[in-house]
């Protein structure tokens, strides 16, 4: 499969405990930017990575939350000390690294992270 | 900042209507437009996108057409069928701003009937 790889499909997690969220890009890809959607509810953008750089943060919750795309292997959101409000499906997308900004994002399947 | 609004759902049509799912956009610069679907359960696929004014994108039967003058984005099918029912998603980039972020609309449920 040559898409946008997300794991785990589903995590649950309890209030207090960490959530680590991973998403491989497409072959070829370079950028990876992480979305949140909440039930019923659009998609918001938390932030773009470049490999080794964190690009655009503007979405990301100021505490609590990080993400990473390290040289090798994939890219980790990661939530600490979760809350219940933290539920909601964490989407990944990529797109080629060169030139054109228009490039479409492809999106992986999605992490439903849930909050006992 | 930038915006995308659409038709609240959920949409009820029954097999071979017709379908129009409104969208309109705010934007600073000069965007790029998108129509995502998403089936129960999957992340988003890419439906079609228009990059610039009186640009159509088509796929599947769906179109959308980039009005500059009325900032619209509608999508279009002439005769829905029962697996087209999903939820669709607007969704513009605006590289004007030098943000490559996605903005979507809340999304349009739409089920068709047999």
């Known amino acids: 499969n040559a898409g946008v790889m997300q794991n785990p499909r589903h995590l649950v997690r309890r209030r207090g405990q960490e959530a680590r969220l991973r998403c491989s890009p497409m072959k070829g890809h370079s950028h990876v930017y992480w979305y949140r959607q909440l039930p019923e509810e659009g998609l918001k953008f938390m932030v773009y990575?470049?490999?080794?750089?964190?690009?655009?943060e503007s979405g990301m919750p100021k505490e609590r939350f990080s993400a990473e795309f390290p040289k090798e292997g994939p890219s980790i959101l990661r939530i600490q000390q979760v809350v219940r409000g933290d539920s909601a499906a964490y989407f990944c997308?990529?797109?080629?690294?060169?030139?054109?900004?228009?490039?479409?994002?492809?999106f992986g399947d999605g992490t439903r992270l849930s909050i006992l | 900042g930038d915006s995308v609004t659409q038709m609240e759902g959920p949409v009820t049509l029954s097999e071979e209507a017709f379908l129009t799912i409104n969208c309109t956009y705010t934007?600073?610069?000069?965007?790029?437009l998108f129509w995502y679907v998403q089936y129960p359960g999957e992340g988003l696929q890419l439906l079609l996108k228009a990059t610039k004014a009186d640009d159509k994108g088509s796929n599947k039967g769906f179109e959308a057409t980039y009005r500059k003058e009325t900032t619209s984005f509608h999508l279009e099918k002439g005769s829905v069928q029962v697996s087209d029912s999903a939820v669709y998603f607007c969704a513009l980039s605006d590289p004007g701003t030098g943000r490559r972020a996605l903005t979507f609309g809340s999304g349009t449920r739409l089920q068709v009937q047999p």
């Open positions: 934007a600073t610069g000069y965007p790029s």
């Open positions: 997308a990529s797109s080629p690294g060169d030139g054109d900004s228009n490039q479409p994002q492809h």
């Open positions: 990575l470049q490999k080794e750089n964190i690009i655009d």
